[in-house]
């Protein structure tokens, strides 16, 4: 049974089915898991996590319906219990639509995705001439942009997979060529281009998560620091000194690639989150989302535009703090300079993540075709014009007014 982790773990779910009974007795009808554990039973019992199960005559001899619901494990062997012993009458195998790759020390990686992480890192999928020739040219574009703008600094941050920093947990051997690296011998030459992937290796505490594709909040926050500090924003270890940490046992989007689930401890910042200065939420999942906050007490007066991937929205828990406005468009990388125009920030973030690095991004991007595209199969509760609107309401001020801005530009795309 293929599934998503989500719609089984810890759910009890119904079951049913047919079975012959053997003509001796008694007997009743047992579920096991791999390891002999009973997780149901048409018995009494009463131990906990044993579900009971009805038993029904089908009208032909010794056949029986079962029905009943139940916690389902990995493996569930199905058969009648005997005098002498079980009986197995077949089994039921509950497996994730995908697959995270095994590493070592507890470590998951991505595998079978449409960006070919694996070969990627092995150094069989690397970038061809022509791309890289498209990345000099993205470079080349975003150094100009301070000339031909009023923003003060632009910076790209191609995120790193965690396999690029962590090699030695990877089940696979590291290519001694590869997309990041690549991308990274050229990028060193253009004034646009943060290395995340130096200053993230430098460090000897954990930064990404075990279970999880993404950067924990060590590595967020390490990355915050460095992207004020590239754009000329003074910003010292003294403004999250007071953050406090929680550490619980975290699933992560590769641990539900598992089933049961895959876990890992892991910190989580507990005193804040950017939902305490969020403005704006358009709710649209992965491309075509905007959100914008505010934060009176951040350590500058100035505005900060990035477009982003995943990895930003771990980065508005410290961003959101240093920069009093902060616009994240998701759009992995892809620059729409109408949206420059109408954000007008004093400063602009590109980023990516190393898997994407394949997809060269652009600075002549339509990011309205996408939010259209994107808002035609979102669903009909986040759809609704009145929750949309409900979402926009606040208070008067310039972010108002840049608000308004953004609501005028989904109505002109969305034709509402």
């Given amino acids: 049974m293929l599934c998503a982790v989500e719609e089984v773990w810890g759910v009890l779910r119904p079951i049913e089915g047919v079975f012959r009974a053997p003509f001796f007795g008694p007997w009743k009808l047992v579920i096991k898991d791999d390891k002999g554990q009973i997780l149901a039973s048409s018995g009494s019992c009463h131990k906990e996590g044993v579900s009971s199960l009805s038993l029904q005559p089908e009208g032909k001899p010794r056949v029986f319906k079962f029905s009943g619901k139940m916690q389902m494990a990995s493996e569930n062997r199905i058969g009648l219990s005997l005098w002498w012993g079980f009986r197995e009458l ?51 574009e975003l150094d100009k942009l301070p000339q031909t703008t009023k923003i003060r600094q632009v910076k790209f941050l191609p995120t790193p997979s965690k396999e690029d920093i962590y090699p030695q947990f990877h089940p696979h051997a590291a290519g001694k060529v590869r997309p990041l690296l690549q991308l990274r011998s050229i990028g060193t030459r253009y004034k646009s281009y943060l290395d995340p992937y130096a200053f993230l290796k430098a460090c000897p505490e954990r930064v990404f998560r075990k279970t999880d594709t993404h950067w924990n909040p060590l590595g967020a926050r390490l990355a915050s620091f460095e992207i004020s500090k590239a754009m000329g924003v003074e910003c010292d270890h003294s403004v999250f000194a007071q953050d406090q940490y929680q550490e619980n046992p975290e699933i992560g989007d590769l641990g539900v690639r598992s089933f049961p689930p895959r876990m890992a401890i892991e910190k989580r910042l507990q005193n804040f989150s950017y939902a305490k200065a969020l403005l ?17 007490k951040a350590v500058t007066e100035h505005s900060l535009l990035i477009f982003g991937g995943s990895s930003s929205y771990f980065l508005l828990d410290y961003l959101s703090r240093i920069f009093q406005r902060v616009y994240l468009v998701h759009s992995a990388g892809n620059i729409d300079l109408a949206l420059l125009d109408l954000f007008a920030p004093d400063f602009l973030l590109s980023q990516t993540t190393g898997r994407f690095i394949l997809r060269v991004p652009s600075l002549h991007f339509c990011f309205g075709e996408v939010l259209r595209e994107k808002w035609q199969n979102t669903s009909s509760p986040v759809k609704s014009e009145a929750e949309f609107h409900a979402s926009c309401l606040l208070p008067r001020g310039v972010d108002g007014i840049v608000v308004q801005k953004v609501i005028r530009y989904h109505a002109q795309w969305l034709g509402f």
């Avoid at 704006?280 to 009176?296: K, M, S, V």
């Fill in 90 to 140: 077949f089994r039921i195998y509950v497996s994730p639509l995908a697959h995270a790759l095994e590493g070592s020390e507890g470590w998951l990686f991505l595998d079978n995705d449409t960006n070919h992480s694996v070969e990627q890192f092995r150094g069989h999928r690397l970038l061809e001439n022509e791309q890289l020739a498209q990345w000099e040219g993205y470079l080349k």
């Fill in 280 to 296: 704006f939420d358009n709710r649209i999942q992965n491309f075509g989302r905007i959100l914008i906050t505010r934060w009176e």
